[in-house]
């Protein structure tokens, strides 16, 4: 509990950062980008892809921005009734347009849960996080997992993946923004997802071994 403490004040803190500087950096960047596509028009093929890799660098730092602003505890976050189950069925597509490499298998598994006040962007984007990284888990194929059950007084997500796992030293890094060990990581992902749970009054746990690997979401009934 301790630790989960520290945790979320790091992201507090954090989030205010983000939201204080991230429309500043985002309208430089936004003209810096303009004039790069107008230039690429001019150039002769081989510019053309240099041009083409300084536009791409640039929107790869518009969505860190973007994650980054996500995480900030000051986004107006709108809570609505809403069945978790609607909202997995509703991002579906997504999740399917993901799995397109189809080494991949996708299985949903959703019981009978009562509905909690939720804000639906959020919880999409937190899905989307942990089916993404169960996907990148998954190098050499496996099956994706997508849970919904109801227990005591909550309702849980899990989403589960046949990846190599997470190693013991890695567990307490989770959710530190920028840890990733991925060439093109952001190591935001679970920072936001943290970030999502804690606005909900949710938890994260983490099961992990060498077969696998599954995140679970805890929802609060009395809300
Ligand atoms: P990113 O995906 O950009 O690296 P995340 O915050 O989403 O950032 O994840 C941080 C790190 O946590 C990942 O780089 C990876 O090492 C580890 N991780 C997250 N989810 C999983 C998973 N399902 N299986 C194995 N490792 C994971
Ligand atoms: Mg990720």
């Known amino acids: 509990a301790e630790e989960e403490i520290i945790r979320l004040d790091r992201l507090n803190l954090i989030g205010e950062m983000a939201a204080s500087i ?3 950096v985002r309208n430089p960047m936004t003209t810096v980008k303009g004039f790069l596509q107008l230039l690429r028009n001019k150039q002769e093929s081989k ?8 536009i791409e660098e640039l929107d790869r730092a518009n969505s860190i921005l973007s994650e980054f ?8 976050t709108m809570y609505e009734w809403y069945n978790i189950n609607d909202i997995v069925t509703s991002t579906l597509p997504l999740i399917q347009a993901d ?11 959703l019981n009978n849960v009562p509905d909690l006040q939720l804000d639906i962007q959020e919880i999409r984007q ?6 993404r990284n169960g996907f990148e888990a998954m190098s050499n194929g496996g099956q994706l997992k997508i849970r919904t059950f109801s227990s005591n007084s909550e309702v849980t997500l899990g989403v589960s993946d046949e990846g190599n796992g997470i190693e013991q030293y890695m567990l307490e890094k989770l959710g530190t923004p920028f840890f990733t060990t991925k060439e093109q ?5 679970l920072a936001v997802c943290y970030g999502i749970a804690s ?4 938890r994260i746990s983490v099961e992990t071994s060498p077969e696998g690997t599954t995140f679970y979401v805890y929802f609060e009934l009395s809300k």
């Not at 892809?49 to 300084?54: H, I, P, V």
């Not at 490499?101 to 598994?109: G, P, Q, R, S």
């Not at 606005?199 to 949710?202: I, S, T």
């Open 199 to 202: 606005r909900h009054n949710g």
């Open 99 to 109: 799995a397109h490499n189809n080494d991949k298998l996708l299985t949903v598994e």
């Open 22 to 24: 991230s429309h500043e």
């Open 69 to 76: 602003l996500s995480i900030s505890k000051n986004k107006a």
């Open 185 to 189: 990581g952001t190591g935001l992902g």
């Open 47 to 54: 510019g053309k892809e240099y041009f083409d890799l300084m």
């Open 126 to 131: 937190l899905l989307l996080n942990l089916v």
